[in-house]
């Protein structure tokens, strides 16, 4: 049941962010720079960051390897323009295929291989994170599909 909702929030962000460009995806609602294809990115790096880095303490994904994130912690997200819709559509579904790979087999009381700033955590702590990570930015996606286009709805 986790998985399924979790899986609904994740088609609910691609809903939203399909068929838009590259300048459509770059359309924030000011005061923030929040934008579709940040929150595309975004979501792909939580995804690796929770079921790979956390859960099975790997070291972050090639897209991910290159950061620094002391001196730049959202650069995933300010890297996003520099990606084609159809580039961050393939991470980000690249990066759901890895976390499913990640938890195939796992019980729901597995404990991740490393301690996140909440201290241990199981793979059922990890996956109600991530529906409510997911819940809370198809909200926002809710509103900046709103404005680009008028598109509404999950």
Do not use: N
């Amino acid at each position: 049941m986790l998985v399924s909702f979790l899986d609904y929030f994740r088609s609910v962000l691609v809903r939203k962010t399909s068929g838009l460009t590259a300048s459509q995806l770059d359309v924030a609602l000011a005061p923030s720079t929040l934008t579709l294809g940040r929150l595309l990115r975004h979501m792909a790096f939580v995804e690796d960051h929770w079921f790979g880095f956390a859960l099975h303490g790997r070291e972050y994904h090639d897209d991910w390897a290159a950061a620094d994130w002391a001196a730049h912690p959202d650069w995933e997200m300010d890297t996003a323009a520099d990606f084609s819709p159809t580039e961050l559509a393939a991470q980000f579904d690249a990066a759901i295929d890895r976390s499913r790979s990640a938890i195939d087999g796992l019980d729901l009381d597995w404990i991740a291989a490393r301690e996140s700033r909440f201290g241990p955590t199981s793979l059922r702590w990890i996956l109600i994170h991530m529906i409510e990570e997911y819940a809370r930015h198809c909200g926002h996606a809710d509103l900046l599909r709103e404005t680009i286009d008028g598109g509404v709805g999950d």
